[in-house]
């Protein structure tokens, strides 16, 4: 009688780390079939594809298996691993399909809302703002840098999620669950602050104006605006592009207009 949804109830052999390690290669690809009906759901199931052969040598348990992996499925691609760590070590063990199902549903939120914070909104703009000041320095290396930099990190959290989601099966999830919330506000105030100090250093927005009566005369940038705050018309300016950008403004047109305010105060020798 199945119990929990399997024919073969007996646990498989265990994946070795050269086997989690092209589980972690073949992850690259989680996004390649991206859909708006399933999202990642087929990048997903071609990711964990081999673990599930070397598991289930019964076909019937590998169909179902293989059927219930394409349900939608939408997570941080760097984290990804982790999870696949977990449902390996479920399937290895002949979890009940329904648990299995729910832990990665359970797991999809949480990891995406962390690795945003972690690559997107800390590590990008730390690793980026060390090669664009080698850059804007002149140093050709700048982009190796970044690249090298971001990459190291990446891969090594791809890699050592991977062992340890499966290494610790279920029990990863409690841990997961305790620090999630701390991780993740931790992760965002700094990315907040580093993306605060590179528009201090990297957006010039400077009045060159100043303004004569007689024989007196106003620096407007220095006497007024930075008297009020240093940095000030840099944060504004880039606060209004984020509220564009939140409006539904493209890119592309944001570009431009920055372009034609340089253009028109370099004219007029306002800016």
């Known amino acids: 009688m199945e119990s929990n949804g399997y024919q073969d109830l007996i646990p498989a052999e265990g994946l070795s780390g050269k086997q989690l390690r092209h589980l972690v290669w073949r992850s690259l690809l989680l996004q390649a079939s991206f859909n708006y009906e399933r999202m990642q759901a087929a990048g997903w199931l071609y990711s964990i594809l081999p673990g599930l052969r070397h598991i289930h040598k019964n076909k019937k ?7 219930e992996h394409m349900e939608f499925f939408n997570t941080h691609p760097f984290l990804v691993t982790f999870i696949m760590g977990v449902i390996l070590a479920m399937e290895q063990n002949k979890e009940d399909r329904n648990t299995i199902r729910g832990i990665k549903i359970a797991m999809m939120g949480p990891l995406g809302g962390i690795g945003d914070a972690l690559f997107y909104l800390t590590l990008l703009p730390i690793t980026a703002g060390i090669g664009a000041s080698l850059a804007i320095e002149g140093n050709i290396f700048g982009p190796i840098v970044f690249l090298v930099l971001f990459n190291i990190i990446h891969f090594g959290v791809r890699f050592g999620l991977m062992g340890y989601g499966y290494r610790m099966g279920v029990k990863a999830v409690a841990k997961l669950k305790e620090g999630t919330k701390l991780i993740s506000r931790a992760a965002s105030i700094v990315g907040l602050t580093v993306v605060g100090g590179l528009i201090a250093t990297y957006v010039a927005f400077n009045i060159s104006y100043v303004w004569h009566s007689g024989d007196a005369e106003l620096a ?19 606060l209004l592009i984020y509220w564009m950008l939140k409006k539904g403004r493209s890119p592309i047109t944001m570009i431009v207009i920055t372009v034609i305010v340089g253009l028109v105060g370099s004219f007029f020798n306002i800016l």
Do not use: A, F, N
């Open 61 to 67: 348990d590998l169909s179902t298996s293989m059927k």
């Open 220 to 238: 407007i940038q220095s006497d007024v605006l930075d008297q009020i705050m240093p940095g000030l018309l840099p944060l504004s300016y880039t």
